[in-house]
């Protein structure tokens, strides 16, 4: 099962998120559970990072089969503001994706 967690601050405000583990919904490969998780992460990293312009300041980083996602600290309120707008966005799609494949991903927000 994939695990996403996304740790937020007091406020709510998201601060990372970590995506760990296969979904099991088919063969590596072949996954469209996986698929679509690792292609909503790269839809994020792109927006915050290259639309944006983050730069490298988001930091997301892939090893055995686990992506963390940092956002750092001294955003303006704007940049700020817009990175929450995606990172809920995110958090809703996985959500929705859970829905619809509960055996193969769960969101947790810790």
């Known amino acids: 099962m994939t695990t996403v967690s996304f740790h937020t601050e007091e406020g709510g405000r998201i601060v990372s998120f970590e995506v760990k583990g296969h979904s099991g919904y088919a063969e590596a490969g072949s996954d469209i559970v996986c698929a679509a ?3 909503a992460v790269r839809l994020v990293e792109c927006s915050l990072n290259d639309v944006l312009g983050l730069g490298a300041a988001v930091n997301v980083s892939e090893k ?3 992506i963390g996602f940092y956002l750092p600290g001294g955003l303006s309120a704007s940049a700020d503001n817009t ?3 995606v990172l809920t ?3 809703v799609y996985l959500t929705e994706l859970h829905d ?3 055996d193969n991903i769960t969101v947790l927000e810790v």
């Open 83 to 85: 990175c929450q707008t």
């Open 37 to 39: 998780v690792t292609s």
């Open 100 to 102: 619809e494949f509960p």
């Open 89 to 91: 966005g995110l958090m």
């Open 64 to 66: 055995d089969a686990k």
